[in-house]
């Protein structure tokens, strides 16, 4: 139930609500007096201008607030447009986003709620439903960050054919490979900042990251281009510089800096550009 119209804490909800959605004029309605009333106004409410949502860098029961961050409505909504085209997965067939995800958090909202709205799926929390995983059907999704990944991979039970894992974090190669012996039929990794939301993914190990379509590289590895509709573009720095091999694709300088094939790569396609120059 909702506080009682007139008291303070009913005034403390409204302004929290305003603070968070960033609406001017979202007010409850005095005769809302339940959580899914409050809901419905929510999602009536179509002069949203951004949202507050936060860092989940720390432990989930720190004591300590995390830190939020402000995404504009207009940049959220290319961002779930955008995965929804990376993911390639047919909207008219049913299927079901499982997320072990917190909604105030940058990914917990983009794929636990608005990805979801905007693809038609249905979507259920492991945090509210507990058997979920063992309720999967073909072609559903997991999302989760890579340390929960790693508690899931041993207790995963056998899955049915077409089920996407979708990794908000870099996956370590053993978890990758046991989500694959438990019959995970697409594993997805996303790149992304909490400040700016996901920028680049990938499907597998041995591949570099690539931009989603948004997101445009400079000529510097601190920086990208954000084009989001409605405003004009935007160069925004990234918190961690990154190695670019290709037109869009880059992989992390902790990567690049490996014995691997992708880290040669990186190497030779800079020394040609320096010959080249």
Not at 139 to 162: E, F, H, V
Not at 250 to 270: D, I, Y
Request: proline letters at 5%; a neutral charge; glycine letters at 6%.
């Amino acid at each position: 139930m909702l506080p009682c119209a007139g008291t303070p804490e009913r005034a403390g909800l409204s302004h929290a609500l305003a603070h968070l959605f960033g609406a001017r004029q979202l007010a409850l309605p005095d005769t809302s007096i339940t959580l899914g009333e409050w809901a419905k106004t929510l999602a009536e409410h179509n002069a949203i201008e951004y949202l507050n949502l936060h860092d989940t860098s720390r432990a989930a029961f720190c004591n300590r607030l995390q830190r939020p961050y402000r995404h504009t409505s207009a940049a959220l909504e290319q961002e779930a447009a955008s995965l929804k085209i990376l993911l390639g997965l047919c909207a008219s067939k049913e299927r079901t986003l499982i997320s072990w995800l917190s909604l105030q958090s940058v990914a917990g909202f983009m794929l636990g709620a608005l990805l979801p709205q905007v693809a038609g799926w249905q979507t259920r929390s492991l945090f509210e439903n507990a058997g979920a995983l063992w309720e999967l059907n073909a072609g559903d999704i997991i999302a989760t960050d890579s340390q929960r990944w790693r508690q899931l991979a041993q207790r995963l039970p056998t899955l049915p054919a077409d089920v996407t894992a979708i990794a908000t974090t870099p996956l370590d190669t053993a978890t990758w490979q046991a989500l694959k012996e438990k019959g995970v039929a697409h594993i997805v990794e996303l790149y992304s900042e909490p400040a700016l939301g996901v920028i680049a993914a990938r499907r597998s190990q041995s591949a570099p990251f690539e931009l989603l379509a948004h997101w445009h590289p400079t000529e510097s590895d601190d920086y990208l281009l954000r084009l989001a509709k409605g405003s004009a573009p935007k160069e925004v720095k990234l918190a961690e510089p990154v190695s670019w091999i290709g037109a869009r694709e880059f992989v992390t300088q902790e990567a690049s800096t490996r014995s691997t094939p992708l880290a040669a790569w990186s190497m030779r396609s800079k020394a040609t550009g320096a010959t080249a120059a």
